[in-house]
C-alpha cells in the first residue's frame, strides 16, 4: 500500500465531509468563542460563525488539498514544501517562533520502551518525555498493597490507589522531559525498593498534601485506537492536538489546524522540563501494551490529559487485579487527584465521597467524564479477541 493511498480515506472525508458525532459536537460548541476569534479558524472550523450541530456534515477542503499535496510530494510538502511555508508565514504573522529550519529539521524517533513487572505481566509505556513511566510507578506502588482483596471503590481502596498516584505524580511533574536535554533518573524510578519505600509514606487514615500543584491544563482533544490482526499483530497508537482545537489557529490556507504542546513546558529556570530551543515538552499521550512472556496479551490505551496515567493503572488492575472484563474495567466509576482536589465521577456514591473528605481529601464532582479508553485483549488458549470501547467519547470496538 502506498503513502497515496493510505491518506485516501482523510482526503475523501475532508473534501467530501464526515458526520459530526455527539461527544465532538459538545465539546465543539464549548469551543466556539475561541475558534470565532481568529478569522482563519472560524472560517475552516465554524459554520455562519457557530460550531457545527451533531448529525451534519462538516467539510475542511483547504486541508484536503494538503493532505492530497502530502499524497503526491510525500512527507517533504509538509516539512520543507509550500505547506511549510504558509505555517510558517502563518506563525509570524501571529508572532509565532516557527521557522523554516525547525520543519526542515524534524523527524520521528524510534525509542526503547520503558515497563514495570506487575502480578506476573509486563507492561510497556513510552519513555519521558512521555509520562507513561507515572503509570508504571503508581502500578509499582499498588504492587505492594493486597489491592484485589479490597471492596472496589470503598473508601480503603480509593485512597490507597489515590495516596499511590500522587506520589508518582511528584516524581513525574518533576522528571519527565527531554531525554536529549537531561539524565534522567528511569531505573531508579522505577525500581521495586523505590516502590517499597513509596508504599511506606502512605498514612492509610490521612490524605498526603499536593506537593506541587500540576502545570497540565486539561485537554480533550485527543484520539486513541488500537488494532491486532490475524497474525496477532498489535498496535496501540495515540494522537492529539493537546487542549481542544489544540491553538485554535489554523495555519492560513493549509487546513492544518496548529496543537499548542509548548503548553507542557515549566517557566521555572532550571527545571529539568523549562522551556528550551528543540527541546521536546512533557507529553501527556501514552499508549500501552501488556505481555505475557514474549506474547502481547493485551493492547490499550485511556486518553484524558494527565489522567492518562490513572486511567491506564486503574483499566489494567480493574482487569487483572479484580477479574473484571474488558468493557467493565473501562465502565467503571472514576476519581482523579489534581490541584489540591479528589474529582470523581457521579457514580461514586456520597457515603464513600463523606468518608475520604475524613481523612483530609478535598472532593469535588467532575464536571465532563474522565477521559476515554479502548482495549483488545488477545486470548491466545481460545483465540479470541475481546474488544472494549469507552462510552465516555464517540468509539466502538469492531471486529471482522
Not at 90 to 116: C, K, M, N, R
Request: aromatic residues 10%; hydrophobic residues 40%.
Amino acid at each position: 500500500m502506498s503513502f497515496a493511498d493510505v491518506l485516501q480515506p482523510a482526503i475523501a472525508f475532508a473534501e467530501g465531509g464526515y458526520a459530526v458525532s455527539p461527544v465532538v459536537a459538545k465539546f465543539w460548541k464549548r469551543n466556539e468563542a475561541m475558534l470565532a476569534s481568529s478569522e482563519v479558524a472560524r472560517e475552516t472550523l465554524l459554520v455562519d460563525g457557530k460550531a457545527p450541530t451533531a448529525g451534519t456534515v462538516h467539510r475542511q477542503p483547504n486541508l484536503g488539498a494538503s493532505l492530497r499535496k502530502i499524497a503526491k510530494e510525500g512527507r517533504d510538502a509538509f516539512y520543507t514544501g509550500a505547506i511549510a511555508e504558509e505555517i510558517v508565514r502563518y506563525s509570524h504573522e501571529q508572532d509565532g517562533l516557527l521557522e523554516l529550519d525547525d520543519l526542515a529539521a524534524h523527524a520521528g524517533e524510534w525509542v526503547e520502551p520503558i515497563f514495570t513487572e506487575y502480578r506476573g505481566l509486563r507492561l510497556y509505556e513510552i519513555p519521558p518525555n512521555g509520562q507513561g513511566i507515572q503509570a508504571l510507578m503508581t502500578l509499582n506502588i499498588l504492587e505492594n498493597t493486597p489491592l484485589g482483596s479490597m471492596e472496589h471503590l470503598s473508601p480503603d481502596y480509593i485512597h490507597t490507589f489515590v495516596e499511590a498516584y500522587k506520589l508518582a505524580m511528584a516524581e513525574r511533574d518533576t522528571y519527565v522531559s527531554d531525554p536529549a536535554f537531561n539524565d534522567l533518573p528511569i531505573a531508579d524510578m522505577l525500581s521495586k525498593p523505590f516502590a517499597a519505600s513509596q508504599y511506606g509514606r502512605i498514612d492509610p487514615s490521612q490524605a498526603a498534601a499536593f506537593s506541587r500543584a500540576s502545570a497540565l491544563p486539561e485537554h480533550r482533544d485527543t484520539i486513541y485506537l488500537t488494532i491486532v490482526d490475524k497474525d496477532r499483530n498489535a498496535v496501540s497508537f495515540i494522537n492529539s492536538l493537546y487542549m481542544n482545537y489544540g491553538s485554535g489557529l489554523v495555519a492560513g490556507g493549509t487546513g492544518v489546524t496548529l496543537q499548542n504542546r509548548a503548553a507542557g513546558f515549566v517557566l521555572e529556570e532550571g527545571h529539568f522540563n523549562c522551556i528550551e530551543p528543540r527541546k521536546r515538552p512533557f507529553h501527556t499521550i501514552i499508549p500501552a501494551m501488556a505481555y505475557r512472556g514474549d506474547h502481547p496479551i493485551l493492547s490499550f490505551g485511556v486518553m484524558g490529559g494527565y489522567y492518562q496515567p490513572m486511567g491506564h493503572s486503574y483499566v489494567f488492575t480493574n482487569w487483572l487485579d479484580f477479574g473484571m472484563d474488558l468493557q467493565e474495567a473501562i465502565d467503571a466509576p472514576r476519581f482523579l487527584p489534581g490541584n489540591g482536589v479528589l474529582t470523581v465521577e457521579r457514580p461514586i456514591p456520597q457515603e464513600t465521597r463523606a468518608a475520604l473528605e475524613k481523612r483530609g481529601h478535598v472532593i469535588a464532582e467532575a464536571e465532563v467524564p474522565h477521559g476515554g479508553g479502548q482495549a483488545i485483549y488477545i486470548d491466545s488458549e481460545s483465540g479470541v479477541l475481546q474488544g472494549a470501547s469507552d462510552p465516555r467519547k464517540d468509539g466502538c470496538a469492531l471486529g471482522y
